[in-house]
């Protein structure tokens, strides 16, 4: 069994500042763990993923993560957070091939002036 | 490649009516995903394909619910008679074989259940 909880279903930081989005899993077996972003009335576009090779892993728009299994944590960070990126933000965690996501409830990101 | 493409957009029914919505994954893409997704929660998984063998159901996927994939290329949804709690987001989503598979999603298909 796999689970995703997502602390913080809303986010809030002024431009510029950093952004900490939270991500535990739980999983049986090595996760392959996903970050997804969503903008309103949209799909969902993939920001980065981890693997089993390198535990910090670099995404699109800044953003990146780094998975950490003693922790059990896969927490998304952006230095600098910009006007563009308010969105709502979800982790997922799968198995590997051919296997389902199972996601969390999201964060929603507000990014203020 | 043009991504994962979803028809409609969006489809606002009447209760007891029956929709479809189609799926068009990536091409040559052998995986297809379908998920569901309500108001303020993340997606749920509803079936998968691969190629046009449908190999996993989730239990959500109740009896009036029926997914096909004939060729092997693009996929349909059916709800048969709606009822209000089907009104949610349909995520469509792809991907190839590979050991490090990655689920590239479409627009989705908001329905409106009235």
């Known amino acids: 069994a796999q689970s995703v909880t997502q602390l913080g279903s809303h986010v809030s930081v002024s431009e510029g500042a950093l952004v900490l989005l939270r991500c535990n899993y739980s999983s049986s077996v090595p996760p392959y763990l996903f970050w997804y972003v969503q903008y309103p009335n949209q799909g969902l576009q993939l920001l980065l993923k981890y693997t089993s090779a390198a535990t910090l892993v670099k995404g699109i728009n800044g953003f990146e993560a780094e998975f950490k299994k003693s922790e059990t944590s896969f927490h998304l960070t952006k230095p600098s957070a910009h006007m563009s990126d308010a969105a709502e933000y979800f982790c997922a965690v799968n198995t590997g091939t051919a296997s389902k996501l199972t996601f969390g409830t999201g964060t929603r990101l507000q990014v203020t002036l | 490649d043009t991504g994962v493409s979803q028809d409609p957009r969006h489809k606002i029914t009447k209760r007891g009516q029956n929709v479809t919505f189609r799926c068009d994954p990536i091409s040559e893409h052998n995986r297809l995903y379908w998920y569901r997704q309500t108001l303020g929660q993340g997606p749920e998984f509803l079936t998968y394909?691969?190629?046009?063998?449908?190999?996993?159901k989730s239990r959500l996927l109740s009896d009036r619910f029926s997914a096909e994939r004939p060729k092997g290329s693009f996929s349909t949804l059916e709800i048969q008679r709606t009822e209000q709690g089907d009104s949610a987001m349909y995520l469509c989503?792809?991907?190839?074989?590979?050991?490090?598979?990655?689920?590239?999603f479409g627009p989705g298909t908001r329905l409106l259940v009235l």
């Open positions: 394909f691969q190629n046009e063998a449908q190999l996993e």
């Open positions: 989503a792809s991907s190839d074989l590979g050991i490090e598979e990655t689920q590239y």
